[in-house]
T-cell receptor
Framework: GAGVSQTPSNKVTEKGKYVELRCDPI?????LYWYRQSLGQGPEFLIY????????DSGLPNDRFFAVRPEGSVSTLKIQRTERGDSAVYLC???????????????FGSGTRLTVV | GQSLEQPSEVTAVEGAIVQINCTYQ??????LSWYQQHDGGAPTFLSY????GLEETGRFSSFLSRSDSYGYLLLQELQMKDSASYFC????????????FGPGTRLSVLP
């Protein structure tokens, strides 16, 4: 597509429930990133995919968080047993391989605002 | 640890010039990026500096001094639409692609 698409744009869930957040990157972008942004703060790295594999998942806060990208395109971020502290905007970004740092940088989606009540 | 510092808020008037500073302490350094984010919107890439010096792109310029662990974003001929949050971000790994973002500077442009 023309941009990075994230669905849903807003998600309200009860504490303890399971949620899935979807990211559809720009067509042809091999690298995909998930970040989390709390109010008034900068994005915080969660995980980076190169193709189908997670090249770096060092930012995932604990084992309740998991992400997949089975066909090297769409990615799903999965959060189990949600907690109120998980409330944030979850941002997805994509780039061509090796160009995440220079050239055009990342292209971010508008994010999914997750609220855990 | 990793830390980036930016002023939390900056205010300027239309037509003015404003400089947003960023200092960083990271385990490695391979480049400094700047992103713009309007309220409720996606961060948008502005610039990237891997080497010392000034990079100019239209009304925006970005500067880096690796010896001082310091960079800045310079916005000229400010317009109301420039009101947004601006984030510096450091690439701290030569092989990875993830960036460490600063806390952001909220720029308000007044008429």
């Amino acid at each position: 597509g023309a941009g990075v698409s994230q669905t849903p744009s807003n998600k309200v869930t009860e504490k303890g429930k399971y949620v899935e957040l979807r990211c559809d990157p720009i067509s042809g972008h091999t690298a995909l990133y998930w970040y989390r942004q709390s109010l008034g703060q900068g994005p915080e790295f969660l995980i980076y995919f190169q193709g189908t594999g997670a090249a770096d998942d060092s930012g995932l806060p604990n084992d309740r968080f998991f992400a997949v990208r089975p066909e090297g395109s769409v990615s799903t971020l999965k959060i189990q047993r949600t907690e109120r502290g998980d409330s944030a905007v979850y941002l997805c970004a994509s780039s061509f391989e090796g160009q995440g740092a220079s050239a055009g940088g990342y292209t971010f989606g508008s994010g999914t605002r997750l609220t855990v009540v | 640890g990793q830390s980036l510092e930016q002023p939390s808020e900056v205010t300027a008037v239309e037509g003015a010039i404003v400089q947003i500073n960023c200092t960083y302490q990271t385990s490695g350094f391979y480049g400094l990026s700047w992103y713009q984010q309007h309220d409720g919107g996606a961060p948008t890439f502005l610039s990237y500096n891997a080497l010392d010096g000034l990079e100019e792109t239209g009304r925006f310029s970005s500067f880096l001094s690796r010896s001082d662990s310091y960079g800045y974003l310079l916005l000229q001929e400010l317009q109301m639409k420039d009101s947004a949050s601006y984030f510096c971000a450091v690439r701290d790994d030569n092989y990875g692609q993830n960036f460490v973002f600063g806390p952001g500077t909220r720029l308000s442009v007044l008429p």
